[in-house]
Structures are given as structure tokens and as C-alpha cells.
RNA sequence: GGUGACGUGGCCGAGUGGUCAGGCAGAGGCCUGCAAAGCCUCCUACGGCGGUUCGAAUCCGCCCGUCACCUCCA
């Protein structure tokens, strides 16, 4: 069958329109990417999940992507028109706050450049063809700015160098916010460049030979402004003109606002088709803030390290956490709508990726098995597929998606045999599964965030003393002192270790707590 | 105040005019020495008020509520 159109929600036009990629069956788009200055929460990775399911999905229709994900770690200032030296950014505060970690801001913004990578491998996000630096752009970006300076877009004043919002058409067009007037009655009270021609106008270079990060420029020694290198970036790697934008919600104005309008100054027309933008999630439905104790890196919960301040304390005892189990919490939530991230919620979601790679393994023997029979399981799974498939394309619908992900695998713990035909069907349709979904297993090379090991034994010497309790156990049961058998699985749940009485002996697994 | 999004059962969340979403929790049952896991059954909602229609969670209007952005937060 042909497969389904791909459909996303364009926040340009707001309708959900059917994705047509300039050049044919090759999607190439531009995901903004986090400033480096902390480390990443599960809010920020909502947003680039959003982006790795635009390219599975149309890897999954046979598309070629291009996907250009940058890395901001330029330190901003809090304050666009705060251009004064004495300014400070997130970068520099962080220094600030941590600085004995640190030899320099550049290896602060190394640090959570390399925490960043890690835990996107963590959460099985595939990786971008390219992942630009701005500080490797800053050449590209002076350019650009000298080039909109050169072209009457821009203008300087003795604090830096000014977009000039009148000078391009429809500013404002994607937020809505384009009244001039409605800018000027709100703006906050900060320190304004009274220079400025606009209060719409944005910053492209600062000055401040102070900064902690410098550049030379034919303004004196500074830095650039936040928009600019998203412009800057994508054009290079993607072209003038390429399909489609993707980051938080936060970023429809002011940032992609300004993107759209240096975009068009540059090159005399807008670069990108569809904006697609990722709604904030809220946890236990409140706001995630740090006051609140509500507020959750992904390393919080995949490896907690008890004495890193970072983790709040309410969880600092939890963690351990399978990273994709955490990535199947996210997808409970169609990316478009407000979710609300909760602890339940991914307590089922670990027992939902246990569900998939039990049936994965079943699949495994029985395929080593090979028994002659049916197979009933390919049409039915085949079925599941489509609509697995019809769901996502269906801007990016996960939540009917994994349920008819966890039909399919309904179908496969239901069968009471599996015969080789069948089982082959069914590691096809799971190696699909995993392919559009990436919740069954990680396609990362990192060894899997090390889970709370309390125990003084390695791994393998751990199972053979639960083995051998075990059999201790058996032995009691045998010989029906069920009192004795019962406290031994007492000890063994109070050390996290779930028994289960199978027809065939006993089996055991570590617990998920939270 | 401006801009944009969203309101579905105890909870999370599908569903865009008429037939079951699904999951979690809960209740009962099967299985088990007892459990756990799994399986079966049950629990049936659409913020409010109008309107359109033979028929609305679904379309329209108004109201209420929640969230986000309004110069650097994904």
C-alpha cells in the first residue's frame, strides 16, 4: 500500500497541512537546540523528541531528512536591550554559581555540550547530520550582519548593531504579535538603547569587550546577538530556502519572529515552509520550576548520583530509570498538546518498554526454535503497523500510535505458541516498531546509564547468589515450609528483587522503583 | 491589555456528525501453597449556556477555566 500523507500542524498558518518537501521525498529541516549553561530538563527534551519522530516518521515513508540541530553556547544576555557591560548572562551566572567546577566558560559550556549529547543518545534520539556550534559560526555570523548592515536592515548605535524590523515585510507574522504600538505598551521596564528606532528592533551584535566571550568585530570587540545564528546556521547547512523549523513554544516569538525577518532580509524571501512548535509540559500538573521540586533533568531520573546537588532531593533516592521508558512517558502526549508529566505515568511506561522486550525475547527463542505452523500473527501485526504509522504521520499522533503499538504486542503475548513463521512476522513488525517509535531498544553505542548498583558484587556474581537463594527457596517450597519460602522472598523484594513462580522454576527481576 | 493553544470518565490520554479507543487505578473472577505477573469481566465521560441538525464530544456563537508567549526559557 502507498504510504499514508505525511501531515503536520504549521504554526505559520495554523492548519495542519500535508508536508511537501521541496525537494522530493528529502525533508530537510532545522531543530533549535538548548544553550548550554545547565543541564537539559525532560521539558527541553519534549521539544527535540519532537523533532527525532519528524524524522523517523519520514524515514518510516521512505524519505531521505537532512536535520540541522544546533548547539547555542554563546552565552545571551537575560535582557535584549540591556547592552550595557555590566550585563550578564545564563553562561556567565552559571560560571559564576559554579565556578570552582570550572576552568573557563568554555569548559562550562563543554560540559553541558557533552552531558547534552549523552543523555539525547540516552533517550534514543537519532543523531543530526549536522550539529553546529555558534561559536564556530561567529565568522558566518559577523557576515550576515555586516551584510544586513550593508543592505540598510540594520543599523548601529554606540551599544551595538539593531535590526530594523520596518525594513522587511509581515514582521511579527507567525506569533501575531504585530502591532507595533502593543510592543511599546508593554515592554518592561529595562534598561532600553534609547538609540533604538523601534522597540521591535532586536539586537544582531552587542558590544561589550567585557563579555566573557569575545570577538572582534568592525564594531570593536563583542558578541552576536541570539537570533542571528539560527539564520545563519540553517542557511549554511540547509540552503536559502529549505522545508521546515522545529523548537519550543517559546521560541514563536521573539525568536523565530526575528529568524523569519534577517531570514528574508538576507535573501528576499522567507526560508522555511512549516513551524512546528513544541507545546511546555507541566509535571504533576503544575509548572515545572526548581521551587517546586517538581522539576526534572533526564539525568535526575535515568541515574540519580546522590551527591550531585543538581538532583532535587525528593528524587535523589529514585532514579534508575530506563531511559526509554522515560522516552514512552513522553509520548503519551501528542507533542502539540499540554501534557502532564507525571511519576505514575512513568511507572507504567517502564512496565509498557518491559512488555516489548519480554515479547522481543520470546520472539528471539522462538525463532532460534523455528517450529513448523501457521502464522497468524503477520496479518494481524501488519494491520497494527499501518495504523502505527497512519497515527504518526497524522501530525505526529504517539499517543494512538503506541496504542496500537501496545495491541500489536498484545497479539503476540496472546499466542500461546509461536511458531518460526510467526515469530519471524512478529521481529519484523517489532523492528519496525522500534524504528518508528524507538521504545524498545537503544540504537546508541553508550553503555545504558548505570542503574543504582548498591550491591558490592558485579553483575554476574549478583544473579548467581539470587540463583542460589533462590534454589535455597525451591528447596523450602519443595518441602512445603511456605513460612520459610515466603520470608525469603520478603528479603529478596525488600532488596529490590521481584520473584515470579513460573510453570517452569522461578524467575526473578530487578524492580523499577520510583 | 495583546497574541496563540487547550479543556473527554478517579487519573493519563485517542476520537472532528450516527457503531469499542487504549492505558493506569479500582471491583470481581481464572491461575497460584500464598503471592507476583498474565488473562477474562465490570466501571462509560465529553467545562457551561445557546444555536445548526433527524442526530453533536465532534460544526457555529457566547461564557467560564487552564497554559504559554509579549525581548533570549524547549
Same mark, same amino acid.
Given at each position: 500500500?502507498?504510504?499514508?500523507?505525511?501531515?503536520?500542524?504549521?504554526?505559520?498558518?495554523h492548519e495542519t497541512e500535508p508536508?511537501?518537501?521541496?525537494?522530493?521525498e528529502h525533508l530537510r529541516f532545522y531543530s533549535c537546540g538548548p544553550t548550554v549553561y545547565t543541564y537539559a530538563h525532560i521539558g527541553n527534551f519534549r521539544s527535540f523528541l519532537t523533532a527525532d519522530l519528524i524524522r523517523r516518521t519520514a524515514e518510516?515513508?521512505?524519505w531521505d531528512v537532512t536535520n540541522v540541530s544546533n548547539i547555542t553556547d554563546v552565552g545571551h544576555l537575560t535582557q535584549d536591550d540591556l547592552v550595557d557591560p555590566g550585563g550578564e548572562d545564563?553562561?556567565?551566572?552559571?560560571?559564576?554559581?559554579?565556578?570552582?567546577r570550572f576552568a573557563n566558560i568554555y569548559d562550562l559550556a563543554r560540559h553541558y555540550t557533552d552531558a547534552f549529547l549523552k543523555d539525547w543518545r540516552a533517550l534514543n534520539l537519532r543523531e543530526p547530520e549536522v550539529r553546529p556550534r555558534a561559536t564556530e559560526h561567529v565568522t558566518d555570523q559577523l557576515e550576515a550582519v555586516i551584510e544586513l548592515v550593508e543592505t540598510g536592515h540594520a543599523y548601529t548605535t554606540d551599544?551595538?548593531?539593531?535590526?530594523?524590523?520596518?525594513?522587511?515585510?509581515?514582521?511579527?507574522?507567525?506569533?501575531?504579535?504585530?502591532?507595533?504600538?502593543?510592543l511599546r505598551a508593554t515592554e518592561r521596564d529595562t534598561v532600553d538603547d534609547p538609540e533604538k528606532k523601534d522597540p521591535r528592533d532586536f539586537a544582531l551584535w552587542k558590544h561589550d569587550p567585557d563579555h566573557l566571550m569575545h570577538w572582534h568585530s568592525p564594531w570593536g570587540w563583542g558578541f552576536p546577538g541570539w537570533h542571528i545564528e539560527c539564520s545563519v546556521m540553517g542557511m549554511r547547512y540547509l540552503g536559502e530556502k529549505f522545508d521546515l523549523h522545529t523548537g519550543g513554544e517559546d521560541l514563536i516569538f521573539p525568536h523565530h519572529d526575528c529568524e523569519i525577518a534577517q531570514n528574508k532580509a538576507l535573501t528576499g524571501g522567507p526560508a522555511v515552509n512549516y513551524w512546528v512548535h513544541t507545546r511546555f509540559l507541566q509535571v504533576e500538573g503544575e509548572k515545572m520550576s526548581k521551587s517546586k521540586g517538581n522539576f526534572y533533568t533526564v539525568r535526575d531520573l535515568i541515574a540519580p548520583a546522590p551527591d550531585d546537588d543538581h538532583v532535587p532531593a525528593p528524587i535523589r533516592t529514585q532514579g534508575g530509570v530506563d531511559p526509554l521508558a522515560l522516552r514512552y512517558t513522553l509520548l503519551q502526549g501528542q507533542y502539540r498538546k499540554p501534557f502532564n508529566f507525571t511519576l505514575d505515568t512513568l511507572r507504567t511506561a517502564a512496565r509498557h518498554v518491559q512488555r516489548f522486550r519480554d515479547a522481543s525475547d520470546r520472539v528471539d527463542e522462538a525463532i532460534e526454535a523455528d517450529v513448523d505452523g501457521p502464522d497468524p500473527l503477520g496479518p494481524k501485526l501488519g494491520d497494527c503497523y499501518d495504523r502505527m504509522l497512519a497515527a504518526?504521520?497524522? %501530525?505526529?499522533?504517539?499517543? +494512538? !500510535?503506541?496504542?496500537? /503499538?501496545?495491541?500489536?504486542?498484545?497479539?503476540?503475548?496472546?499466542? %500461546?505458541?509461536?511458531?518460526? +513463521? !510467526?515469530?519471524?512476522? /512478529?521481529?519484523?513488525w517489532l523492528d519496525r516498531t522500534n524504528d518508528l517509535l524507538g521504545i524498545i531498544?537503544?540504537?546508541?553505542?553508550?553503555?545504558?546509564?548505570?542503574?543504582?548498583?548498591?550491591?558490592?558484587?558485579?553483575?554476574?556474581?549478583?544473579?548467581t547468589s539470587v540463583d542460589a537463594v533462590l534454589q535455597d527457596r525451591e528447596d523450602a517450597r519443595a518441602n512445603g515450609e511456605y513460612a520459610r519460602a515466603d520470608a525469603i522472598r520478603d528479603t529478596l523484594e525488600a532488596l529490590g528483587i521481584e520473584v515470579m513462580d513460573r510453570p517452569e522454576g522461578p524467575e526473578w527481576r530487578r524492580k523499577v522503583e520510583l
Open positions: 500500500m502507498s504510504p499514508p500523507t505525511f501531515r503536520l500542524y504549521n504554526t505559520l498558518t508536508v511537501e518537501p521541496i525537494e522530493d518510516a515513508i521512505g545564563k553562561m556567565q551566572q552559571a560560571l559564576e554559581r559554579e565556578g570552582e551599544k551595538g548593531v539593531y535590526f530594523r524590523v520596518d525594513s522587511v515585510e509581515d514582521y511579527g507574522q507567525l506569533s501575531g504579535n504585530t502591532e507595533s504600538e502593543q504518526m504521520c497524522d %501530525d505526529l499522533n504517539t499517543p +494512538a !500510535a503506541t496504542a496500537a /503499538a501496545l495491541e500489536g504486542v498484545r497479539h503476540i503475548e496472546d499466542a %500461546d505458541t509461536l511458531s518460526g +513463521a !510467526a515469530a519471524h512476522s /512478529a521481529r519484523f531498544e537503544s540504537e546508541t553505542e553508550d553503555e545504558p546509564p548505570a542503574k543504582e548498583d548498591t550491591s558490592p558484587l558485579s553483575g554476574s556474581q549478583f544473579a
